[in-house]
Nanobody, 128 residues
Framework: QVQLVESGGGLVQAGGSLRLACAAS??????????MGWFRQAPGKEREFVVG????????YYADSVKGRLNISTDNAENTVYLQMSSLKPEDTAVYYC???????????????????WGQGTQVTVSS
């Protein structure tokens, strides 16, 4: 069992930056065996993929809407994955979820199918 706890959400003006954190824990958890992803869900919309980091080869995947503005990184010693967000736009407003799983391949690592564990989410609001 893996537990994920997100933090770092808040209110920011358009063009600003935020860094989300996801602390992972659980017996035997390591980034060497779990892919990590961030998803988001805006009001009235389905949950969508934002960024993924594969456990086996370190490949990263970014949604087209966030390329060049968001970046995923990990602190292996702290079992924490970060989502650095810059040049934020009002359309980035959503609840952001951290996810972990054993995905391989582009399809699974960029959809919810590749992730088994989810955090509770953290709200990000970008004002115009």
């Amino acid at each position: 069992q893996v537990q994920l706890v997100e933090s770092g959400g808040g209110l920011v003006q358009a063009g600003g930056s935020l860094r989300l954190a996801c602390a992972a824990s659980g017996r035997g958890f390591t980034f060497r065996t779990y892919s990590m992803g961030w998803f988001r869900q805006a009001p009235g919309k389905e949950r969508e993929f934002v960024v993924g980091l594969r456990w086996d080869d370190g490949s990263t995947y970014y949604a087209d809407s966030v390329k060049g503005r968001l970046n995923i990184s990990t602190d292996n010693a702290e079992n924490t994955v970060y989502l650095q967000m810059s040049s934020l736009k009002p359309e980035d407003t959503a609840v952001y979820y951290c996810a972990a799983g054993g995905c391989r391949g582009t399809f699974y690592c960029t959809t919810h199918h590749g992730y088994d564990y989810w955090g509770q989410g953290t709200q990000v609001t970008v004002s115009s």
